[in-house]
């Protein structure tokens, strides 16, 4: 038996609508996030304790690193380059033009810097909109971008496996974590299969991750707790509950990568479900769990 002491602390309560896309940056200690609806993104720094926070002019549901330093973020339907100093974005690329409804969902950037995102139709109420109108993306580093599918629900949690063989992708309203075949040269995917399907109490998949021994981290939107699945024999492994029920996404940080960051929603939750969960909407970190994450890819373009 190996010793486990996991440790749940909310923080920063930031009382996000929508928190997402957690990221750790290694080179200031700090934990990216955005506030999609609030058209928000954060930085915690985690010395000082202090968040920047930087307002953009659409709903902004991703964030990730860039090589040449600063950040790229999908913003509406745009992916933009984001000027922290300068608190500006610049588009890179325009999707769904013709589809005057829909928004990105969550991003993430491949092991060779393309950053992958989903768009979805915007929401009436949490997981209430119009079907199918969803398709995934990537933004090569030359700004060019390809488009993989569409008939998309809410196109949610995406990672790659540690040999960048296979890329594990979540359509939130399928309650699946599905896995393609992943050419890291070209960035085409192949051979859609389902790896797991949610029980009914795990509720909604929502964002993911992957640990150092290849096993997926999936946080349950409504089912307040993040579960770890092994993608290869599609069970589910281990389940970690949360204060708050509305558990979005999840990533590794911290010291070695050793600290998971969870960000949560307040959006969906009336006033009685807030005073029983009052840390909604809040960053969580989970210590403890005795396995560890690797660095996000930064964009490379
Ligand atoms: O953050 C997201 O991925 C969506 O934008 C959210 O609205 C919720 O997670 C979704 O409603 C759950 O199904
Ligand atoms: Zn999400």
Redo the contacts with the bound molecule.
Sequence with gaps: MTMSSIKIECVLRENCR?G?SPVWEEASKSLLFVD?PAKKVCRWDSLSKQVQRVIVDAPV?SVALRQSGDYVATVGTKFCALNWANQSTLVLATVDKDKKNNRF??GKVDPAGRYFAGT?AE?TA??VLERHQGSLYSLFPNHHVEKYFDQVD?S?GLDWSLDHKIFYYID?LSYSVDAFDYDLQTGKISNRRSVYKLEKEEQ?P??MCIDVAGKLWVAC?NGGRVIRLDPETGKRLQTVKLPVDKT?SCCFGGKDYSEMYVTS?RDGLDSEDLLRQPEAGGIFKITGLGVKGIPPHPYAG
């Design positions: 929508c997402e999609i549901s969902n969550d979805m929401e949490p997981a809410i949610n939130s909604i929502d964002g939107y979005t929603a």
